[in-house]
């Protein structure tokens, strides 16, 4: 059993957890993920490790509670513990010689941008980080993201916030404005990450994105999270979550992760409502 020893929520819909697992808080590097899963008739979902306190033996996991094993997971407490708790997982982010880095999240995608951009700086990169959200009342995670940059861009849909524009807005700025990047890192939504490949393929910049899709047992077995990269067939759970962002399919990863999408909402439905027969 591993226990929870804190819980915050980061906005209306996201919520941060430490999980004591000090085996995984002492292997675990930036890129990595964790498999969980709540009790024993509960399904298995991979989560990207925000953080880690070796010294503690905590891990930090941050989730948005968007079906019904995150919203399973939300009922529990400080205090309380996950039955399974696997990792890390993946292969970590390759980092080293990287100078000068942009890193790009979106949305939750912070969560996994924000340990990304805190490895580059403590390897001694100049970076730049561009955040973008949809409006000013779910921004996270700006305290953290702006001690790990240099520069800190907080772009929201709406300008709820004073900087109206997507994260390729400001990208593009920057790489307009003569900006070299060695890396450019990109997590988030799948378009997102798609628009950003798109806008660094004719500068010829190194783009890594961080892949999600379906995952089952973590150990490339199952082949859920198979996904096509330079036309051959790779699994994100052995051979990434990172990929080089100009060699995916994005069209069949887009396409496949939206298959489940009818039963993932009916599941939340009949969640929800025993939720509510047990209030």
Known sequence: MYTITYKRPLNASVTMMKIEAPLIARKAKAGQFIILRVNEKGERIPLTIAETDPLAGTVTIIYQKVGKTTLLLDTLQQG???LDFAG???RAAELD??????VIGGGVGCAIAYPEAKALHELGA???MVAGFRSRDIIMLEEEMSAVSNRLFVMTDDGSNGNKGFVTTRLKELLDAGEEYD???AIGPLPMMRAVAELTRPYGIRTVVSMNPIMIDGTGMCGGCRLTVGGETRFACVDGPEFDAHQIDWDESM???GQY?????ACRLLFEEGQQTKA
């Open 80 to 82: 309380d513990s996950l």
């Open 88 to 90: 890390p997982l993946g």
């Open 97 to 102: 010689g990287v100078r000068h880095a942009a």
């Open 126 to 128: 100049r970076v730049d």
């Open 183 to 185: 890396l450019v890192v």
């Open 255 to 257: 396409k496949r992760l």
């Open 261 to 265: 999408r009818e039963q993932e909402h």
